[in-house]
């Protein structure tokens, strides 16, 4: 049986220093990273041949569908579960993503993603039986639009390439606007864009993006990220005049 | 509006363990656990939900093909009593009625309410929301987005969740209840990061943790199915019903191995896709059950003209109910016409225009793509039977979701009744919504009901902690993957698709050894994030589960829906009048009972047997 070396970056604890570790697993045509990080589980031996602590690592759905498991895998972030090592120069060299907290070997602290999330208000919050949010006939236009965002599947992948979005910035980064942009596509989201947008004003909005649009390459949906933040630096300035006027 | 930290603490003490209190805990973020949560919030209660992924990553965004509501928006003709007979024609009848006939009458207005919050679904030309067609449903019925229904459910109830109130203790696994007397008060679990317990208070405690998939080899389940939801409602006295029907999904990936069992959604056959053998015949047209026969396409001509949209012509034959289609292929392969790889074809190429295919089914055109190399617009898929879905699960009231335990309740995959012995395609979806709503309210019935705050043993905290720190404190013992890959092995060779007497009390035996490794088992390392510890620790749940549905397999001398056995052929009609419950013994040995089911009323019996036509015209 033919075998792959994986070169992985450890940690034990998020305040610990890293090391890297090589393993040598077994390896058919067809695998994923995935699979791969699963035969270390099962055996943790390293390629010196001594036994080690097994490589932690998030994993969810194994199809593509939650984002759980983005790493940077030979230096680009991708999903695990759905990269396949056939194509991958040897040997694979996985890391954490570094725009979060190491909490253990390939595992990182998303949290300050979430409370952007909720921060932002992206999240909507029409009451029951709210008689203004009934239903919607979405245009064509808005449908495919929706879709697009709709398919963000929160992995992160998008803020690990952005350079605005690291520990020195409080930027919210790509799929945070691309949600907002989502809620304001909606009626019952646009009912309360006021609020969003002033957050979008504020350090850390839409302003600190430098339009590099690492974001749109690294995004695994594809989701155009690029005219999603456009739209919403459209709307800020919108608001801006408007609120000028009073 | 709080913080939400996924670490939530630094353990400064062993010693000290943190309680957090709520009127209802929600064990599971799924589709039934967050619609629990949003009902138990919007009834006052202060809801934590406890999930041991992050939020977001639960098993219901792996959902592609959409939620069944007869909403009529495609097929004027569909009401809520065709959708209720096909679901007990699909689940042969053994469903709980109550259940059905809730599920079916409720689940359009749970769906329109999904809007409301910002879900989006695909429309028809007319702007209303688009309805697919899937096995078993007489109309199309499933609202979907694309093929990716579970991603947008789930977004929509969590941030709705969010705005309303629920607090969230993410990668926080649930390991045993507290209970106070008979009643529901608590439960321990652990951060994942940190390896620290902590004690969640609860006046009432709701279940919502999925199905026990991972106890196969070849599953469409991830990580997450290891049954805790069974294992901690068995071990507190609950009674868990129907364990013998597992639905095993007709089409899983088969090909590469280390994605063998990955889902292909039905919708690929709901839009047009055929199962061929490797002779390149349409093997479905041979394994038509005469209680179907009426409704389902005869020759290829008449299934060619159902697909065109001709609204006189029956279905075909690929779109009948799972357990058929899976036995259908599962015989093909025996008989050595299987693919290659040990699957079947399933080809839409030929059918269905390239830039169709990319628009209706975008993720499995990826899946296929990205995993095995194979264009699904240009080539056909091999597929095979994959284990998917628990129908059985903790026995609950209909109406109120509680279990026989007070003040634990159960929605979503983990309960068990609502589906009978087969689930039709989409009907999870729908049921989460309508359940977890049931659940949420259910809970508040039993909250307020409640004369005085249950209490937390601490003898009982102690012991629960103590099982999970054995685990690393052995000085050496087995290791917990193996023992699952074991656990695995015995479940897909003995208590499978078909099965038989012998074969089940060998897995009994051998579950009997399990037994003896799980109680063993040794997990190298400190509780810090270790993977070894959280595997071994969802050993003894994985091994409930596969006992429940084995014991209650070899008891049901019958085929029905998903449990099929090669020495009972047939349906049996005595063994239409019982569920197979199990629970904990007194001497902590697994009892098994028939139990009699209760007399449906006349009046659903009425609508399940009716025939179709009468309903269509709205005669009875
Ligand atoms: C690939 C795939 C596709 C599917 N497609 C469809 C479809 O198109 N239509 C349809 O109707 N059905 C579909 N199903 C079935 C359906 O998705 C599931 O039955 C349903 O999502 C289950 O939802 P749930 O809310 O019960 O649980 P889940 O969504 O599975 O959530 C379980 C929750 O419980 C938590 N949990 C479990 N154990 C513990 C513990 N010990 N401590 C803490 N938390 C715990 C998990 O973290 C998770 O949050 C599909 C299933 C699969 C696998
Ligand atoms: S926008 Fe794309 S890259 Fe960013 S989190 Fe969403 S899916 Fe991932
Ligand atoms: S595990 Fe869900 S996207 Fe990779």
């Not at chain 1, 449908?143 to 919210?172: D, I």
């Not at chain 2, 937390?456 to 404190?473: C, D, G």
Request: a neutral charge; aromatic letters at 8%.
């Amino acid at each position: 049986m033919e075998t792959i070396t994986l070169k992985i970056k450890r940690q034990e604890r998020p305040e610990a220093p890293y090391y890297w570790e090589d393993f040598k697993v077994s390896y058919t045509p067809g695998m994923t990273v995935t699979a791969l990080l699963t035969q270390i589980q099962k055996k943790p031996i390293n390629d010196r041949g001594e036994a080690t602590q097994s490589v932690v690592y998030e994993n969810g759905c194994c199809q593509g569908a939650c984002g759980a498991c983005t790493m940077l895998i030979n230096g680009r972030p991708r999903l695990a579960c759905s990269t396949i090592a056939d194509h991958l120069s040897a040997p694979i060299v996985l890391e954490p993503l570094t725009k979060f907290p190491v909490i253990r070997d390939l595992v990182v602290d998303r949290s300050r993603f979430f409370n952007d999330l909720i921060r932002a208000s992206s999240w909507i919050s029409s009451d029951f039986n709210n008689p203004d949010a009934g239903l919607v006939i979405p245009s064509e236009s808005i449908q495919k639009s929706y879709r697009e965002l709709s398919s963000c599947t929160f992995c992160g992948s998008c803020l690990e390439a952005c350079p605005q979005y690291n520990s020195r910035s409080s930027f919210v980064g790509a799929a945070v606007i691309g949600q907002i942009r989502l809620i304001h596509l909606l009626p019952m989201g646009r009912m309360e864009a006021s609020q969003r947008l002033s957050i979008m004003m504020e350090e850390g909005g839409v302003e600190d993006c430098g339009h590099v649009g690492n974001c749109v390459k690294a995004c695994p949906e594809g989701i155009d990220l690029r005219s999603a933040i456009a739209r919403i630096e459209r709307e800020v300035t919108v608001e801006a005049v408007r609120r000028l006027l009073g | 509006m709080g913080e939400y930290k996924i670490r939530p603490y630094i353990m400064t003490d062993i010693s000290e363990i943190t309680t957090f209190e709520h009127d209802v805990i929600i064990v599971g973020a799924g589709g039934a656990g967050l619609r629990a949560a949003i009902e138990s919030c919007h009834q006052g209660l202060s809801t934590g939900v406890v999930c041991k992924s992050l939020l977001g990553k639960a098993h219901t965004v792996m959902a592609e093909g959409g939620m069944a509501a007869a909403m009529g928006n495609v097929d004027a003709r569909d009401n809520w009593k065709i959708h209720f007979r096909d679901t007990m024609r699909g689940g042969k009848f053994l469903n709980n009625w109550r259940m059905a006939e809730r599920h079916a009458k409720e689940a359009p207005d749970r769906v329109r309410e999904l809007e409301e919050w910002g879900a989006v679904f695909d429309r028809t030309l007319s702007g209303l929301i688009s309805q697919r067609n899937f096995g078993g449903h007489r109309y199309p019925r499933l609202a979907h987005v694309g093929d990716r229904t579970g991603l947008e459910l789930i977004r929509t109830l969590q941030d709705y969740a969010i705005h309303q109130g629920m607090k969230c203790y993410m990668e926080c696994t649930a390991l045993d209840l507290l209970k106070d007397g008979e009643r529901v008060s608590g439960l321990v679990g652990y951060f994942r990061e940190t390896g620290r317990f902590v004690i969640f208070k609860a006046k009432a405690v709701v279940f919502a943790t999925g199905g026990a998939g991972k106890a196969w080899q070849v599953t469409s389940n991830s990580w997450e199915y290891t049954g805790d939801g069974y294992g901690m409602a068995y071990e507190a006295g609950a009674d868990l019903m129907d364990m013998e029907f597992t639905q095993f999904h007709p089409t899983g990936m088969v090909w590469p191995p280390s994605v063998r069992g990955i889902l292909v959604t039905e919708g690929v056959r709901g839009d047009g896709g055929i199962l061929l053998n490797n002779k390149g015949e349409r093997f479905m047209f041979g394994y038509i059950p005469p209680k179907f026969a009426a409704e389902t396409a005869d020759t290829v001509e008449e299934a060619n003209r159902w697909l065109a949209g001709d609204k006189s012509a029956r279905r075909p034959p690929e779109l009948l109910t799972r357990d058929v289609v899976a036995r259908a292929i599962n015989a093909e392969v025996k008989g050595g016409r299987g693919s290659p790889h040990g699957g079947v074809f399933l080809d839409i190429a030929s059918r269905v225009p390239a830039d169709v295919i990319k628009k209706k089914l975008p993720s499995m055109y990826h899946q296929f793509k990205e995993l095995a190399e194979l264009d699904i617009t240009k080539e056909p898929m091999e597929v095979g039977p994959t284990c998917h879905y628990f129908m059985g699960g903790i026995r609950v009231d209909p109406d109120s979701q509680m279990s026989t335990i007070p003040g634990l309740f159960a929605c979503g995959e983990c309960s068990g009744g609502m589906h009978g012995a087969n689930r039709l395609g989409g009907n999870s979806l729908s049921d989460l919504i309508v359940f977890g709503r049931l659940a949420g309210l259910g809970a508040k019935e039993y909250v307020r009901s409640l004369k005085n705050s249950p209490r937390i043993n601490e003898s009982q905290v102690f012991s629960i902690i103590k099982r999970a720190t054995s685990i690393l404190n052995r000085e050496k013992g087995t290791n917990p993957y193996l023992v699952h890959e074991d656990l695995q092995k015995v479940m897909q060779d003995n208590v499978g698709i078909m099965r038989q007497e012998e074969e089940m009390k060998k897995a009994l035996i051998e579950l009997e050894r399990i037994k003896e490794s799980v109680s063993q088992v040794k997990a190298e390392g400190t509780s810090q994030y270790n993977a070894a510890w959280h595997k071994a620790l969802d050993l003894r749940n994985l091994l409930i589960s596969a006992e429940a549905v084995t014991r209650g397999a070899l008891m049901r001398q019958e085929s029905r829906g998903g449990h099929a056995r090669l020495d009972y052929e047939g349906e049996r009609d005595e063994w239409l009048a019982y569920n197979v419950v199990s629970r904990k013994g007194s001497d902590g040995k697994m009892v098994v009972e028939k139990i009699k089911r209760p007399e449906p009323p006349e009046e659903l019996k009425k609508i399940a047997y009716a025939k179709i036509e009468d309903l269509e015209i709205g005669k009875i």
